[in-house]
């Protein structure tokens, strides 16, 4: 009998401890997984991308140009300025324009800021994209070496075939304040003549990075990323100063009326 108690008692002993023992072995198991979902995933390159070019005060518009994608500028634009008022922002842009007035909001709140906007002009800029790229900051506006840039004059589509006669005058009219909107804001970013900024809008008008330069689309060719305020602080300045593109501007007028004053003596 007594010994019958002993290994009963001894079994008692060992179920506890195996119990206990497997216990602790879930719980470890539990505590592993717990640590393992905490720690933080590995991001994306995609993630990484756009987490860290904010920071450096870089933002890039690409595609159509819309509400859509204007409100989102717009709102990236406000929060970087806010953050460090003063300070430069980089816009990249590579887009085939779209919306004029989505355009024209993303310019308005570009010339609020209290922070320059820095433009370069990455692959292509045409139609309304074009147009936010000259609106950059004096001297900082940027197209890179192979990229193409392209203005014309707005264009509608009307879908909608049953439309009154004074509602196609009307629709007209209002294209017409646009082009000249786009037009005169065209012509005071690059310094060039009304008249002659209305010519070129008439058709479709691509020009060369080279080319823009000349027009005064653009300020310089990129050739350094050292010309780019990408500093952590965004403290870097642009190769070309703000004061020496009034100097360009009266240059390319000079050199406008001389070629016309050859053109009117050799008419004579």
Known sequence: ??????????LARLAKAASAGLLGGIAGCD????????????????????????????????GTIDDTSARSLVGQLLALDLERPGEPITLFIMSAGGKVHSG???????????????????????????????????????????????????????????RHADQIILHGQELHKTRETLTQL??????????????????DCYLSAREALDLGLVDAILESADQLPLSPGGKAA?????????????????????????DDRGAA
């Open 1 to 10: 009998g007594r010994s019958a108690m002993l290994a009963r008692f001894a």
């Open 31 to 62: 505590k592993a997984s717990e640590r393992k979902s905490t720690a933080p995933h590995p991001k994306s390159a995609n993630e990484l991308f756009f987490d860290t070019l904010p920071r450096r005060r870089a933002l890039f518009l690409t």
């Open 104 to 162: 024209l909001g993303i310019v308005d709140t570009m010339r609020l800021l209290s922070s320059p906007v820095c433009t370069v002009c990455c692959g292509h800029c045409e139609s309304m994209a074009a147009v936010v790229l000259a609106c950059g900051a004096p001297g900082r506006r940027f197209a890179l070496a192979h990229s193409r840039v392209m203005i014309h004059q707005p264009v509608t589509r009307l879908t909608d075939t049953k």
């Open 186 to 203: 065209l012509a005071a970013q690059t310094g060039q003549p009304f008249e002659r900024i209305s010519a070129l809008m008439d058709r």
């Open 238 to 262: 642009a190769k070309q100063p703000a004061s020496s593109v009034p100097a360009a501007k009266e240059e390319r007028t000079r050199a406008d009326e001389d070629n016309g004053d050859a």
